[in-house]
């Protein structure tokens, strides 16, 4: 196939790609020969799936620092920015949203949380366009502060809202709801709105919660740990001492200091029996015993023997990272078959799951990615 180079006037930016270069699948941005595990001083180069640099000829003063494969956008920044801020671009350099916040995250049911300039928050979609912004994202001296936003999952997000500024407390109180893509607080919802200078509004009621799993989110009241819908029903109970989110239709809880697994009826279908665990994930769920890790399957049985001294990470693709503390070989991040075989031996400063065969890894040299078998797609040392 024929090369030719395409123009995007916008950012005086040319990028030599295939002539279908719009579908493309691109990989990610990895460096090369720089002295950090994570890269963050290393000029970065965006690669396709076969492991090829799309070769960018951008403005002298962009600075490329992240790409988000689902959303196949590139994160930038000026190098002249004093305040750093960041845009979009898409894979062929073209301009979707100029610097404008301080960050965005990763995209998830087409929306990115981003902090602005000035201390407020909200969340854009693939456009770059500002698509929620509320009292909820608010950072002014009147106005209720969040701590943190988390993203969309099952079509809502969850929100931390400081709740109690008086110097009566000892340290700041939080609650915790969550928004619909509109912005509106739709679930746990205090049952007496509250009225000021901005009109008529809901505060959040959960002291503790996690995203939205399979139609249930695991939330903390007076101390203790349920499940609510999205109805805004409490539909298993406050009663577990903690409580993770549901994982193909299971969700391990703790109760009488044991973690098990119950299914969405609130049942035990796995009776708490282990010193921790994890969420389910191709049929398989990281449990603790005697200060050792393994795997369950979904009837509770022991399929991969304890023996990791920290907690390992779900399957995906087939493989599970698993991390041995230390520096030398045999130290580091590694990966791990279903029958529990250290089939990438731990060596890696940081590392992600497998996705469709590839994960990233971090290296001295900085970031790239190998395959199941170890090698590398994109080798970043020197």
């Known amino acids: 196939m024929r090369l030719r180079p395409l123009i995007a006037t916008s950012l005086l930016v040319t990028v030599i790609v295939g002539v279908n270069s719009i579908s493309a699948q691109y990989l990610g941005l990895v460096s090369k020969n720089c002295d950090s595990y994570f890269a963050s001083q290393c000029g ?137 893509s509109k912005g509106k607080l739709v679930v746990g919802k205090t049952k007496t709105p509250l009225v000021d200078l901005r009109g008529i509004y809901w505060r959040p009621l959960f002291e503790n919660a996690q995203n939205f799993s399979e139609g249930l989110a695991a ?29 193909e239709g299971l ?56 023996q990791f001294s920290r907690r390992p990470e779900k399957f995906s693709d087939g493989m599970a990272m698993i991390f041995e503390p230390g520096s030398g070989p045999g130290k580091g991040f590694g990966f791990i078959d279903k029958n529990g075989t250290v089939v990438i031996q731990p060596q890696f400063g940081s590392a992600g799951n497998f996705v469709s065969g590839l994960a990233t890894v971090y290296t001295k040299g900085g970031r790239g990615f190998i395959r199941k078998d170890g090698t590398y797609l994109w080798d970043p040392r020197p």
């Open 44 to 180: 970065k180069l965006l690669i396709d799936k076969s492991g090829k640099e799309v070769f960018l000829k951008l403005d002298p003063r962009i600075v490329l620092e992240d790409y988000d494969a689902d959303a196949q956008l590139l994160i930038f920044s000026y190098r002249d920015d004093s305040k750093h801020l960041k845009g979009l671009l898409d894979p062929l350099g073209t301009l979707i949203l100029k610097p404008t916040y301080e960050s965005i995250g990763a995209f998830r049911e087409g929306f990115a949380f981003v902090r602005l300039s000035d201390r407020k928050s909200g969340f854009i979609d693939k456009s770059g366009k500002l698509v929620i912004q509320s009292s909820f994202f608010e950072d002014t001296e009147m106005a209720e502060r969040p701590k943190g936003v988390n993203y969309f999952s099952d079509g809502l997000s969850l929100v931390e809202i400081q709740v109690d500024y008086s110097l009566r407390a000892s340290r700041p109180v939080y609650r915790y709801g969550f928004i619909d």
């Open 251 to 306: 969700a391990s809880v703790k109760k009488y200091g044991k973690y098990g697994f119950i299914d969405k009826s609130g049942r035990f279908k796995i009776e708490p029996k282990f010193d921790g665990a994890d969420e389910f994930s191709e049929g398989l769920a990281a449990v603790e015993v005697e200060k050792l890790w393994g795997y369950v399957d979904a009837n509770g049985l022991l399929v991969i023997k304890p």
């Open 219 to 247: 939330v903390q009241l007076k101390g203790k740990w349920g499940y609510v819908n999205k109805k805004d029903i409490i539909s298993i109970p406050n009663q577990f001492e903690w409580a993770n989110n549901f994982s």
